[in-house]
């Protein structure tokens, strides 16, 4: 329990990061949950199966560096194409954790809006 709850704390704070409509992130014996805050402030319970592959994307990665951090701190990242899903908005949003980050990172694109002065 200690490291799921602490997974979960971690890719909570990793998704309001990325956007900051993303309030919250749950798990439960259901699966995974994003709280997310719609354009009229309320807040919405959204199963993370219901998300576009573009959001789905979003909590992959933020799942992703939580584990690292908890589990395998050491490793580094490797990415393959992983952010062809991804809006222009959100790619760069992603483009920034991914500086702000103190890892080693790999990222292999054809995208030619990644050089080596954005990561």
Same mark, same amino acid.
């Given at each position: ?8 704390? *971690? #890719?909570?704070?990793? !998704? @309001?990061? $990325? ?13 995974? =949950? ?21 959001? *789905? #994307?979003?909590?992959? !990665? @933020?799942? $992703? ?13 490797? =990415? ?40």
């Amino acid at each position: 329990n200690y490291y799921i709850q602490n997974i979960v704390s *971690k #890719t909570s704070d990793q !998704l @309001s990061k $990325l956007n900051e409509r993303y309030k919250a992130v749950d798990y439960n014996e259901n699966g995974f =949950f994003v709280i997310v805050e719609d354009s009229y402030k309320s807040l919405n319970i959204i199963p993370v199966s219901q998300l576009s592959s573009g959001e *789905k #994307t979003i909590f992959a !990665l @933020s799942l $992703l560096f939580a584990i690292h951090d908890v589990m395998t701190p050491d490793l580094p990242f490797m =990415f393959d194409e992983t952010f062809a899903q991804l809006d222009k908005e959100n790619l760069e949003e992603v483009k920034k954790l991914l500086e702000s980050r103190n890892d080693q990172i790999f990222v292999i694109t054809h995208d030619l809006t990644w050089n080596k002065e954005n990561v």
